[in-house]
């Protein structure tokens, strides 16, 4: 915007106002001519500083022309850029950092309320979450290994960050993940890993059942009840074969076809 002051003066008014104002309500604000006005209110249209709303007419006539100022949206890039070159230059700390604060986040989201009882239960409150914070989760087409599920987010709020600082962004994302599961009594049942950009634009998380973590099949037992046929998580199992939640490396098996940029992920680690 250029540097006028009668300008600013409008746009500071109708960033305060709870309405549209058109231009005759602001001369009488400001004490300027409507002509003047409406040459300036053009200025800042043109400059994407205001944005035009068709209001109705007091009275007979034509529709009046309301203006309102256009929010700016924080640069949350810019802001988690500058977070994450704070964290210092190890990448172990840096890593370890990123993913207690995404259990801190994890923790003040009130959606994050799903009893897990099931991995079918777990993907389902990771898929919401996910959905939920931009991610655009999808399930893996196709058929799945036993006592795992894969769960595809083809959309990240910050790829590009992602991109040059990965254990940070996806530490966060993988402390939110393991929030998620352990508050809803997962803690000991279902693992989870984050395999960042196996493709140019995908991520992949993949839910885990803790090997002896799963009572057997009830359709499988003697006198099972009809309709009981969902393998259920033992929620007091405690098992020596669980892993921490981990950043991995891409599998072999979830590549898409883009090497160059697998290998720069992991280069980046």
Sequence with gaps: MSDSWPRRRLLAILRGASEPLDAQQLAR???????TVRFHLDVLTRESLVRQFQQPPRGRGRPR???????????YQDLAQVLADQLGSDPRRRTEAAMAAGRAWGAKLETLEQPIESLEDARNLIVTAMSELGFAPEREPGPEPDEQALIRMTGCPLRELARTHSEVVCGVHMGL??????RNGAHDTVNVRLHPFVGPELCVARLEAVKDSLVPDPAAMPDAPAGATEPRIATAVQSASRVGP?????????????????????NQR
């Design 29 to 35: 604000v400001t004490g300027q001519h409507v002509t």
């Design 65 to 75: 022309i309301g203006y309102s100022a256009v929010q700016r949206s924080v640069g």
């Design 177 to 182: 993940l393991r929030e998620a599961l352990d």
């Design 246 to 266: 981990q950043l991995r490396p891409v599998d072999p098996q979830l590549r898409h076809g883009d090497t160059h940029v697998t290998q720069q992920s992991t």
